[in-house]
């Protein structure tokens, strides 16, 4: 708790970002074929058929080396994605360009959308816990308005994340130190309470921060489920 707390304190956003492509290029597991064609998770696939069109097109953002957006071709769904870490990006365009399927493979910025994709999308997936990735409320409020310029109103959007309640004593050691760290260094960027740091860069969600972001960022919450991974539906608005 206390490592977290000083290295939350000490560090910011740019910092995160880099740490989350180091630690992602250094995972075997997400540039490994066998995880990235062993297809959608249950939970994936249970949102997809109760809020997805079939055969519709869709973005997937923080798209790692490809596991969702091969699955979901495969599916017969036209997806296009993209993600931050160089070296996943290439893992991504080998494998789609090796099963023949079709689709734009981009790079990003992290917590940014690229110039590079089409308008209009009938859908949206960010990818397994990719925005909880994002430090800072407003980057990641940010980041919903950017992908809710791609769809119209009442297109669907998959998320996951981290969940916690609302207060634990985890959480207030590391918020604890952490503030009081950036404070002393007068960051302009205030820690938040539910960001921990073990490896990546990861924000802990309630259902009611879900809720609120997801309505500053252009989109009614439709099913919030915290078991067996955290996430949540959307509709643009």
Not at 6 to 18: A, I, K, S, V, Y
Not at 127 to 155: D, K, S, T
Not at 178 to 207: I, K, M, Q
Request: aromatic share 10%.
């Amino acid at each position: 708790m206390l490592q977290q707390g000083l290295w939350l304190g000490l560090l910011d956003g740019r910092h995160f970002d880099e740490l989350g492509r180091l630690q992602y290029a250094r995972w075997e597991k997400y540039s490994d074929d066998r995880y990235n064609l062993s297809g959608l998770q249950p939970w994936e696939e249970q949102a997809l058929a109760a809020y997805f069109r079939s055969g519709s097109s869709l973005l997937v953002a923080a798209a790692g080396g490809g596991r969702e957006p091969v699955a979901l071709a495969r599916m017969g769904y036209r997806v296009d994605g993209f993600d931050s870490t160089p070296e996943l990006v290439e893992n991504y365009r080998r494998l789609m360009a090796r099963e023949r399927l079709p689709g734009k493979v981009c790079s990003a910025e992290s917590g940014a959308v690229p110039d590079d994709i089409d308008p209009r999308y009938d859908g949206l997936l960010i990818g397994w816990g990719g925005y909880m990735h994002i430090p800072g409320r407003r980057n990641r409020v940010r980041f919903l308005n950017a992908l809710r310029r791609h769809v119209a109103p009442g297109a669907p959007l998959l998320l996951s994340f981290f969940c916690r309640s609302e207060r634990s004593r985890r959480m207030d050691a590391i918020y604890a130190v952490a503030r009081c760290l950036r404070r002393l260094r007068r960051s302009p960027h205030p820690v938040e309470y539910g960001d921990g740091l073990a490896g990546t860069f990861d924000h802990y969600f309630t259902e009611s921060e879900i809720r609120a972001e997801l309505a500053e960022g252009g989109f009614e919450l439709l099913d919030y489920r915290e078991t067996p991974y955290g996430h949540a539906v959307g509709r643009a608005v």
